[in-house]
């Protein structure tokens, strides 16, 4: 013999069963990464011999500042597989409220030390690398990269992210 108990639990996971496969249970709400690594360019397009300025944007979305980061950048696995196309970083700097400054470390090795002091809760850092295409590059390719960041917060936790991909840059012939 059932129970009012046994047939009220079991009407009600089948009523929760039939409300989660038809999508109409309660969903929890994400929190935002802890730190978002965000990239952009100045031009989706370029010649041999010019230049474009790649801007990567790190933002602390925790209630703790960030005290350290480290990031890598890497070319794409298309971009390398075309060996005509020559490119180099010449240039870094970091938006400031005084303007922009001089950074160090360009190239693909340790970008994190670019992005200046503490980063307080809510707020964003700013590193434009210049990215210059060779005068004797190959033309009618994309030059992309992607990165892995980690940061470390002032309550001792730390994240870690990536795969993040910068926007392509076409070469175009003039």
Excluded: H
Aim: one cysteine or more; aromatic letters at 10%.
């Amino acid at each position: 013999m059932r129970s009012p108990l046994m047939t009220r639990l079991g009407l009600g996971a089948v009523l929760a069963l039939a409300l989660a496969v038809f999508g109409m249970a309660p969903t929890a709400s994400a929190d935002p990464a802890p730190a978002e690594l965000t990239f952009a360019t100045d031009s989706a397009t370029t010649t041999p011999g010019g230049a474009v300025n790649l801007s990567m944007t790190i933002t602390n979305n925790k209630t703790y500042d960030i005290w350290f980061v480290y990031q890598t950048i890497e070319p794409t696995w298309l971009t390398t597989q075309r060996p005509d196309l020559k490119y180099a970083f010449t240039g870094c700097s970091l938006a400031t409220a005084a303007g922009a400054t001089p950074c160090s470390g360009t190239g693909p090795a340790n970008l994190g030390t670019n992005y200046g002091a503490t980063i307080p809760p809510g707020q964003s850092r700013t590193v434009t690398l210049t990215l210059q295409v060779a005068a004797d590059s190959g033309c009618n390719g994309n030059i992309g990269f992607y990165s892995y960041y980690y940061a470390e917060f002032s309550d001792s936790t730390n994240t870690s992210g990536g795969p993040v991909y910068t926007p392509q840059t076409r070469v175009l012939c003039a």
